[in-house]
């Protein structure tokens, strides 16, 4: 038996004895336990957990713990949370109008196109700066806050306080990215964490490479990215290859070692040549083709969310940030959602007799104002189909909008990734002031809204699209619902009736006294 099938074995054995997948709400490891959140205790069997070759004991804290052994518990975890993942339950799927079922559809079908190699991966470098967003937008709107009270002159005591607190976490922000791509890609989150490190610890200026002397931070989230991704295959190498003897001692001084030199003698002059280029490239592009990269970009934006190619440009709005002080691509790129909403509003006035989608439309409506557009591009336009290339449309209006300003040397950019809509407004920056870039950012929404509206209103709807959907769905449910009612009031009476004709009972034949089968 391999070592992989040994692991797993040992974690199949154990997982039934704890109550099975149903029955784990968490699961960790430290050095020599399995850690496990037990939704209830009483489903454990004890004895024979404790009777398991691999099982050294049995310990009882805020968590259950079982004591597997250095190196043992680092190999066994992974297997145990993948047999956990895979006897998870699957939500279940609800859709009753047509449009919602059609929108699941497309959803579910661009979600099955969208399992490719190179896609996969692009998701899983968005689970690796997702989870950083809410600090980016907490420390975000505390750096715009301070900025206003330095412009405004007001409490000078407290803004060198708030510019420490707004700055920590970008300062760090490359351990953060170390530890979630080691955890993402299967490795030990602390170790990915401490390689990464390496990348902003200021002793690093004392190195040279390549002729030029390394500065703190250089190579950024890309190297961080890069630095942990080798970590963790240098200590799933080790981990086949080393003794489970030696294994708690060897194998982490080998991943931060190994990796450590190759990230400082590599990683960080190769990633923060590439983290240069981004920035410059950003910046020339706009300042020599702001409206006309502003309108692509705007206009691709939706179709590629539905490709999922969206997810690569996350860890470029990062790299952005973290040189900049702000992305200047996130709020061209936002304009796509008020293209959306224009449209929305178009397909409500478009549609006065269908009672369905206009209630749908009015429910998603807030949620697309602050720029949350799944709903009503799954649930309206996307379903649709022209409603979605007029939203389109809408959105690269808006983006061009913004992009002519950049052009002409007023920069609009956000602080943070994640919030669109009017939720960016208390993330924005600039290199102008701040009424300024909050007025250029304002009217790109605004244009979008009204190119959306009037692309979807004049061009969105064929004749058939709106013979097929303008219809009053409520008044047809109304009249089924009263014609089954009818039917079954005419059922009840038919019955009342035959019941008081029915014939006087016969004397039982030799068959009905026989026994009903069973």
């Keep these: 038996m391999s070592t992989d099938d040994k692991n797993r074995a040992i974690a199949a054995a154990i997982l039934p004895l704890v109550g099975g997948p149903e029955n784990i709400g968490s699961v960790a490891h430290c050095m020599t336990r399995l850690r496990l959140g037990l939704r209830d205790r009483s489903l454990v069997q004890d004895e024979a957990l404790k009777a398991l070759p691999s099982v050294m004991g ?31 339950p699957q939500p279940p799927q609800h859709g009753a ?43 975000g709107i505390i750096a715009g806050l301070n900025g206003l009270l330095i412009n405004l002159g007001v409490l000078p005591g407290v803004t060198p306080a708030l510019a420490a607190i707004a700055s920590g976490f970008m300062a760090l922000i490359a ?24 990348i902003v610890f200021a002793g690093v200026a004392k190195i040279e490479v390549f002729g030029q002397t390394l500065s703190p931070g250089q190579g950024g989230v890309l190297g961080a990215l890069g630095a942990a991704v080798l970590a963790v295959y240098v200590e799933k190498w080790c981990r086949r290859w080393v003794p489970e003897a030696l294994d708690v001692l060897v194998t982490p001084t080998l991943t931060v070692l190994v990796s450590g030199l190759v990230t400082v003698f590599g990683l960080m002059y190769a990633a923060g040549a590439v983290s240069q280029a981004i920035g410059d490239f950003a910046d020339w592009l706009l300042a020599h083709a702001g409206a006309g990269a502003g309108f692509v970009l705007g206009g691709l934006f939706l179709p590629l969310v539905m490709l999922g190619l969206h997810q690569a440009l996350i860890p470029i709005h990062t790299t952005l940030i973290e040189q900049q002080g702000y992305t ?12 959306q909403v224009g449209a929305a509003m178009a397909v409500y006035l478009r549609l006065p007799r269908n009672g369905s989608i206009r209630r749908t439309i009015r429910s998603a409506l807030p949620a697309g104002l602050l720029g949350v557009g799944e709903p009503l591009i799954y649930g309206v336009s996307l379903p649709l189909g022209r409603p979605f290339v007029t939203a389109c449309v809408g959105g690269a209006f808006g983006g061009g909008f913004v992009g002519l300003f950049n052009m002409l040397g007023d920069k609009v950019g956000s602080t943070a990734i994640g919030p669109s809509g009017w939720a960016l407004f208390p ?6 002031g701040l009424g300024e870039t909050v007025a250029i950012y304002a009217g790109g929404l605004l244009v979008g809204y009204l190119a959306g509206f009037v692309a979807t209103y004049f061009f969105g709807f064929s004749k058939e699209l709106l013979e097929e959907f303008d219809v009053n769905t409520e008044a047809e449910a109304e009249a089924e619902a009263e014609a089954e009612a ?31 089968p069973a």
């Design 328 to 339: 200047v691509l996130l709020p061209i790129l936002a304009m796509a959602g008020a293209g």
């Design 486 to 516: 009818e039917a079954e009031k005419d059922g009840a009476e038919k019955e009342k009736d035959g019941a008081g004709k029915a014939e006087p009972p016969t004397a039982p034949t030799d068959d009905d006294r026989l026994p009903t």
């Design 97 to 139: 109008a047509e449009l919602a079922d059609r929108g699941a559809a497309i959803k579910a079908a661009q979600k099955a196109k969208n399992a490719t190699p190179f896609k996969l991966l692009l998701r899983r470098i968005a689970n690796i700066f997702v989870p950083l967003i809410p600090a980016l937008i907490g420390c």
């Design 427 to 432: 993330l924005l920056d600039g290199d102008k």
């Design 175 to 198: 351990v953060f990215v170390g530890y979630n791509t080691a955890k993402e890609f299967g490795g030990t989150p602390i170790l990915g964490g401490a390689v990464a490190s390496v």
């Design 58 to 88: 049995v310990v009882e804290d805020d968590t259950y713990q079982i004591v597997l052994g250095p190196g043992t518990v680092a190999r066994v975890t992974p297997e145990f949370e993948a047999l956990v993942a895979e006897a998870a």
